[in-house]
Nanobody, 121 residues
Framework: QVQLVESGGGLVQAGGSLSLSCAESGSISIIHTMAWYRQAPGGQRELVASITRGGSTNYAGSVKGRFTISRDNAKRTVYLQMNSLKPEDTDVYYC???????????????WGQGTQVTVSS
């Protein structure tokens, strides 16, 4: 079964950096889009950054210029480099991936368990 395993969350001071990674396992299907979302307690999950298999990226306006998303298709892993962190970035961050068949049929959307990012003032 598909699993997304995240790592790299933690506590940093404002202005610091963290690097998140998320590796997919349990599937031989093609991963189309991989992304990072974040969610505050009681809030809705919102997109932070996404990247297609071909490398096209999209960022939330609040993180543009500070965060960088990348991926390694061979390792089936997505990364999020977070620089110049602000207290407002404090949230649980979730990895996302959607899988497709060799003929492009959507198969499954998978989510990681979430990793806590806390930025202190």
């Amino acid at each position: 079964q598909v699993q997304l395993v995240e790592s790299g969350g933690g506590l940093v001071q404002a202005g610091g950096s963290l690097s998140l990674s998320c590796a997919e396992s349990g599937s031989i299907s093609i991963i189309h889009t991989m992304a990072w979302y974040r969610q505050a307690p009681g809030g809705q999950r919102e997109l932070v950054a996404s990247i297609t298999r071909g490398g096209s990226t999209n960022y939330a306006g609040s993180v543009k210029g500070r965060f960088t998303i990348s991926r390694d298709n061979a390792k089936r892993t997505v990364y999020l480099q977070m620089n110049s962190l602000k207290p407002e970035d404090t949230d649980v961050y979730y990895c996302y991936a959607d899988l497709k068949s060799r003929i492009g049929q959507p198969l499954q959307a998978a989510w990681g368990q979430g990793t806590q990012v806390t930025v202190s003032s």
